[in-house]
């Protein structure tokens, strides 16, 4: 059984530029959660995508943008980078439903200056 | 608006002796109660979870003690060893989707051998 995969796992990227992470969700999940980890702190619900679909979103500006692909696979894109945007991004994903863990992967340290 | 709360944010505990963490959640809606561990470098991984059917999970050395009316729930470490030493993080969520999870903030917990 193969986990979830982040790339890559760690970037630099200056002030006002986007960028685009990526995560390979673990065999058979349909659902992929991505999660915004500053340091320090406890992981915050960014958006969960569910069939290409978004299906619920946290308290985040619309910069943060994602996609599904049919193999379930996703991106996070965030545009107009800031300072505050430096954290670890997690990607999980799980089976839809209830009671469903999510699986995390080992994040991407994004670093902002 | 801090919807789990968490205490305390670090903690040191003798080899052998019992960790306590523990958090309370203020939305009522809320209904599937997980525990993550995480090491550094690493992604959470899901560590034990509770529904507020039951007072008590219990799995091997770790138990989550709930009380509904109190909204409060802690996480007991039995016989704690040098190698639980990492970041545990309690979270809660609706049943209807446990995989949009509001976690706490964290508590780093260090076993001294």
Known sequence: E???????THLIKTRGQQVTLR?????GHNTV??????????????????????????NFPPRFSGLQFP??????NVNALELDDSALYLCASSLDGPNSPLHFGNGTRLTVT | ???VKQSPQSLIVQKGGISIINCAYENTAFD????YQQFPGKGPALLIAIRPDV????EGRFTISFNKSAKQFSLHIMDSQPGDSATYFCAAAGYSNASKIIFGSGTRLSIQP
């Open chain 1, 33 to 58: 959660s991505w999660y915004q980890q500053a340091l320090g702190q406890g992981p915050q619900f960014i958006f969960q995508y569910y069939r290409e679909e978004e299906n619920g979103r946290g």
């Open chain 2, 55 to 58: 007072s008590e999970k219990k």
């Open chain 1, 71 to 76: 193999n379930y696979s996703s991106e996070l």
């Open chain 2, 32 to 35: 599937y109660f997980p525990w």
């Open chain 1, 2 to 8: 193969t986990g979830v995969t982040q790339s890559p």
């Open chain 1, 23 to 27: 995560c390979s969700s673990q065999s």
């Open chain 2, 1 to 3: 608006q801090q919807q």
